[in-house]
């Protein structure tokens, strides 16, 4: 079992930053992949950004040249800098594992709101 517990949220104006962060117990050496992903309101969930054990990173084209995803392994955390924030990144942004051996996200954590207003 994996937890994870997002914290870094808020209400942030236009242009501004902010950083998510997301703290991983339990199990933690079996997670391959941690990832962000974001459900805007009437919206799907989007993956926003991941990164392997190793450090290989992917990101959306919505996240590419503002979003930063980053790992501390020796705490076990993994953090997404956004910069440069747009209204339309408002959303419900939530953590992901998915752990070696699996071909789906196998955990999730509970979810942190970012608003940005216009």
């Known amino acids: 079992q994996v937890q994870l517990v997002e914290s870094g949220g808020g209400l942030v104006q236009a242009g501004g930053s902010l950083r998510l962060s997301c703290a991983a117990s339990?199990?933690?050496?079996?997670?391959?992949?941690m990832g962000w992903y974001r459900q805007a309101a009437g919206k799907q969930r989007e993956l926003v950004a991941s990164?392997?054990?190793?450090?290989?990173?992917y990101y959306a084209d919505a996240a590419k040249g503002r979003f930063t995803i980053s790992r501390d392994n020796a705490k076990n955390t993994v953090y997404l800098q956004m910069n440069s924030l747009k209204p339309e990144d408002t959303a419900v942004y939530y953590c992901?594992?998915?752990?070696?051996?699996?071909?789906?996200?196998?955990?999730w954590g509970q979810g942190t709101q970012v608003t940005v207003s216009s």
């Open positions: 992901a594992a998915l752990l070696y051996g699996s071909d789906k996200w196998d955990f």
């Open positions: 339990g199990s933690i050496f079996s997670i391959k992949v």
């Open positions: 990164i392997t054990r190793d450090g290989f990173r």
